[in-house]
């Protein structure tokens, strides 16, 4: 199973970035890992903000197979502890899925159709947090959730 992280944004942040490269080479000891940048919309101004989640929901799904298991991280989705996390990982794991695409959307969050076509929205936590520290975070319980699956001593309950 390959994961991988799609985002709307840039890598503009060398102190993030840097946790984010830290986590992601780490990750991919355990398992194929890679994230997909979707840049910014320019010209946003004249844009409503339904016709911005559009666009970029348009530029999502050039990025996303058919067959691809899409998990949206968004601020209304599943709240899940890091050992909850795991488990969907490991699920993902046994379920066979080839790909497994998490995904931060922009600004507004995603279009309808986005939305539509996911098969789960997870939550980071309650709270809202930068997208280059959303990044981060999830990199980390990426990570997290891999050495628990191993028993590692990496996590303490």
Do not use: C, W
Not at 118 to 134: G, I, V
């Amino acid at each position: 199973m390959k994961i991988k992280l799609l985002y709307i944004g840039k890598e503009d942040a060398e102190l993030f970035q840097q946790g984010i490269d830290f986590y992601t080479k780490k990750i991919q000891f355990y398992n194929p890992f890679e994230t997909v940048v979707i840049p910014y919309l320019k010209n946003t101004k004249s844009l409503s903000v339904l016709e911005q989640k559009k666009r970029e929901g348009e530029f999502i799904f050039k990025k996303i197979e058919s067959s691809d298991f899409v998990v949206l991280l968004d601020e209304n989705g599943k709240v899940k502890s890091s050992l909850e996390f795991s488990n969907l990982i490991q699920q993902s794991l046994n379920q066979g899925h080839k790909t497994v695409v998490f995904v931060i959307g922009g600004a507004y969050g995603f279009s309808e159709e986005v939305y539509q076509r996911s098969n789960l929205k997870l939550s980071l936590s309650k709270m809202t947090f930068p997208h280059l520290m959303t990044r981060l975070i999830f990199v980390e319980q990426l990570y997290r959730s891999f050495t628990i699956l191993k028993n590692e001593p990496y996590h303490h309950q």
